[in-house]
Nanobody, 128 residues
Framework: QLQLVESGGGLVQAGGSLRLSCIASYRTFSAYDVGWFRRAPGKDRDFVAAITWSGMNTYYTDSVEGRFTSSRDNAKNVAFLQMDSLKAEDTGVYYC?????????????????????WGQGTQVTVFS
């Protein structure tokens, strides 16, 4: 079973940057689309970004467009979320998730229900 482990979270001042990593246990990770979600304190898990299995297509929620960049290195079974110009409202637990490629690109990949595999999460705290 595919297992995912996130890392790279931490405490950062507003305007700063962090890069999250999502390392997969399977070499077939290259066949999975990856999504990033965050859970802010007291809120539901929200979509942040997604990247197709090939890395050719990405999709972002409006609030992070232009500030966050999703990428992956399939040779190393890892996906990344580069977060720049961080804001206090970016604070939360960040999760990576994976779903076998659908053939439909990133359609519906903003829905948590689309992902059967999840990491344990990494905390990101942005202070002003």
């Amino acid at each position: 079973q595919l297992q995912l482990v996130e890392s790279g979270g931490g405490l950062v001042q507003a305007g700063g940057s962090l890069r999250l990593s999502c390392i997969a246990s399977y070499r077939t990770f290259s066949a999975y689309d990856v999504g990033w979600f965050r859970r802010a304190p007291g809120k539901d898990r929200d979509f942040v970004a997604a990247i197709t299995w090939s890395g050719m297509n990405t999709y972002y929620t409006d609030s992070v467009e232009g500030r966050f960049t999703s990428s992956r290195d399939n040779a190393k079974n890892v996906a990344f979320l580069q977060m720049d110009s961080l804001k206090a409202e970016d604070t939360g637990v960040y999760y990576c998730a994976a779903s076998y490629r659908s053939g439909y690109g990133l359609a519906n990949r903003s829905l948590p229900s689309q992902y059967p595999y999840w990491g344990q999460g990494t905390q990101v705290t942005v202070f002003s």
